[in-house]
Nanobody, 127 residues
């Protein structure tokens, strides 16, 4: 019933920008849910990129994307965004949207913290 659908992935040159969108349905989005973006490169484990706390303005980012990526949410429209700037080849991977009811702040970027996942959108950055 709970569904997350990512879009916005594309192939871009290094230094370019993309905005990923996660459209949620089947549940009350609102401030009850922690939301996050993860990515997985070929041969590597899925890792947290950016997370948004269920209440307040708390956000967190992986060290590798700090200063370049921005996570935001529109609870009224059940939508999560990831603005990615100054993309690098190492940003290449499948990007996934994730949601969890009342997650823990310190686990915002932990894969096992999340129950709901989208199917992903591919981002490819060439040098």
């Amino acid at each position: 019933q709970v569904q997350l659908a990512e879009s916005g992935g594309d192939s871009v040159q290094a230094g370019g920008s993309l905005r990923l969108v996660c459209a949620a349905s089947g549940f009350a989005f609102s401030n009850e849910y922690c939301m996050a973006w993860f990515r997985q490169a070929p041969g590597k484990e899925r890792q947290g990129v950016a997370g948004s706390l269920n209440v307040g303005n708390g956000v967190t980012y992986a060290d590798s994307v700090k200063g370049r990526f921005t996570i935001s949410r529109d609870n009224a429209n059940n939508t999560l965004y990831l603005e990615m700037n100054n993309l690098k080849p190492q940003d290449t991977g499948m990007y996934y949207c994730a949601a969890q009811l009342n997650c823990r702040y310190w686990a915002l970027l932990s894969r096992t913290e999340y129950t709901y996942w989208g199917l992903g959108t591919q981002v490819t950055v060439s040098s």
